[in-house]
């Protein structure tokens, strides 16, 4: 089946750093991927959707400038945490769509990334 | 607007008991698609099922089974003679069908955690 592969699946920064987590499809490709984020004990949030080539459309109360996203190819998207804050802190996953399925809309998740701001 | 919930929000069963996770979802489209996924303790989430909403017949897999009822817009989960290795939080989600922008993003329900005991 298909994969999406995340990296780093744990990360530990400052506050006030900025950090980057890579979404990867890798045996097809995707034009779109999504990007959740999941509190302690909650259940996952829509952040953005990422579009290869073109802007990301963020979901309300989502800031833009401080989670940049990133859909450069059809294989990579990626997600910085600007400016790093404690309350950042949480478990981000990104998931694609495999074309192939597309009208079912299905998609298949990366393993999720921790962040810890100290 | 969709909805998902999951008003159970933890359960705790003892080895080979039957245990059964609710979902009850709202949406106004007449073609929409359910999902259960697991996420066990390493966060990662793992695809059970997807049921779309033409195709209510029941479906079993292994100790696994999902019943859909459109009149009642519920999707449980059955999970029979349980093991410790279905403890995990599962959530319900719901996706509506279509192509591009963030059609086919999946809305979770807030999850259901399962506690098996030996």
């Known amino acids: 089946g298909a994969v999406v592969s995340q990296h780093p699946s744990r990360v530990i920064c400052k506050s006030g750093t900025s950090v980057k987590i890579e979404c990867r499809s890798l045996?097809?490709?995707?034009?779109?991927m999504f990007w959740y984020r999941q509190f302690p004990k909650q259940s996952l949030m829509l952040m953005a959707t990422s579009n290869e080539g073109s802007k990301a459309t963020y979901e309300q109360g989502v800031e833009k400038d401080k989670f940049l996203i990133n859909h450069a190819s059809l294989t990579l998207s990626t997600l910085t945490v600007t400016s790093a804050h404690p309350e950042d802190s949480s478990f981000y996953i990104c998931s694609a769509r495999d074309p192939s399925g597309t009208a079912t809309g299905e998609l298949f998740f990366g393993e999720g990334s921790r962040l810890t701001v100290l | 607007a969709q909805k998902v919930t999951q008003a159970q929000t933890e359960i705790s069963v003892v080895e080979k008991e039957d245990v059964t996770l609710d979902c009850v979802y709202e949406?106004?489209?007449?073609?929409?698609?359910l999902f259960w996924y697991k996420q066990p303790p390493s966060g990662e989430l793992v695809f059970l099922i997807r049921r779309n909403s033409f195709d209510e017949q029941n479906e079993i897999s292994g100790r696994y089974s999902w019943n859909f009822q459109k009149s009642t817009s519920s999707f449980n989960f059955t999970i029979t003679a349980s093991q410790v290795v279905d403890s995990a939080v599962y959530f319900c989600a719901l996706s509506e069908a279509g192509y591009g922008g963030s059609q086919g993003n999946l809305i979770f329900g807030k999850g259901t955690k399962l506690s098996v005991k030996p």
């Open positions: 045996d097809f490709q995707a034009t779109t």
């Open positions: 949406t106004r489209d007449t073609t929409y698609y």
